[in-house]
């Protein structure tokens, strides 16, 4: 079975790709480049995860091409504090298009309900409309001290705590529990702009 996957330089995402390789899945890993610090440890990761089955080449996106003038769209409308789920919501939509190039069957994320903004259950809903394929969470009932156990005991957890620049596009106050309605507006005056 193929699949893509989200992969950035954190502790989470590594995580979920080693139990869906575990489970025999072919993974693509998808990276959004924000520096090259957290590029080259995104290859680390890749070089430690590639051990335990069959992982390809990440697919690297530009973040600033992709999702930066979305994020400087709802911040001149004044809709900044959404920036979160549109970053997550670009991220999928890019990843389920690679996923339809290589013919994957799914997307694999290293979400873990509550953890962050873009994990509560309105926002995983939300983001969850940029895929038409199914999106496993292999990590959604886990807490973070066992995240961080299985991390630890496959060798990337000293790679994601590496020293790195913070994310430049992270809201005061992000949208905590999104609105499906609101999204949908805000999102269909960023088509009309020509944003996404």
Known sequence: MRAV????SGIDSPVAIY?????GFE???VHFRQSGTKESKVFELCEVLGKYGRLNEPVVVDAYEEQAPVFSKLAEIGKGKWTCLFCKWTMLRKACRVGHQIGAKAIITGDSLGQVASQTLDNLLIISTASDLPILRPLIG???EEIVRIANAIG????SIEQEEPCPFVP???????S???????KERLVREGVL
């Open 156 to 159: 990337t957890f000293e790679i």
């Open 180 to 186: 499906l309605g609101e999204f949908e507006r805000i």
């Open 5 to 8: 996957a989200l992969l950035s």
């Open 19 to 23: 139990l869906m390789l575990r489970k």
């Open 27 to 29: 993974v693509t890993p």
């Open 172 to 178: 005061r106050y992000p949208v905590v529990r999104g």
């Open 142 to 144: 886990l807490d973070k």
